[in-house]
Nanobody
Framework: VQLQASGGGLVQAGGSLRLSCATSGFTFSNSAMSWFRQAPEKEREFVAAISRSGGSTKYADSVKGRFTISRDNAKKTVYLQMNSLKPEDTAVYHC???????????????????WGQGTLVTVSS
């Protein structure tokens, strides 16, 4: 199983980035996908999740209206479009996967089975 996150970088406040997470080794179309982030000296926190079909999404309140999660089952890839970035969005962003046939993707980290290595997003003020 592999989850390879990419697309992080340094951006000014108000800017945008698009993260990608390319996957292999499991049945992507039967899996809920999510993004979590961890800032220095802080706990890992939920950012967004999407159901296997893409029909249901969930967001942390802190990113609602600014971030959009999406997926391409043919490419086995999940994305996170991040707009209006703020310095407090600075963190390492991890994608995660869970075999889940339901229409409601989980929000708790412990519910996810597979994790990527993360990509660093730095937002300067």
């Amino acid at each position: 199983v592999q989850l390879q996150a990419s697309g992080g970088g340094l951006v000014q406040a108000g800017g945008s980035l698009r993260l990608s997470c390319a996957t292999s080794g499991f049945t992507f179309s039967n899996s809920a996908m999510s993004w979590f982030r961890q800032a220095p000296e802080k706990e890992r926190e939920f950012v967004a999740a999407i159901s296997r079909s893409g029909g249901s999404t969930k967001y942390a309140d802190s990113v609602k209206g600014r971030f959009t999660i999406s997926r391409d089952n043919a490419k086995k890839t999940v994305y996170l479009q991040m707009n209006s970035l703020k310095p407090e969005d600075t963190a390492v962003y991890h994608c995660a996967a869970r075999f889940d046939l339901s229409s409601s993707p989980p929000e708790r980290a412990r519910q996810y089975d597979y994790w990527g290595q993360g990509t660093l997003v730095t937002v300067s003020s």
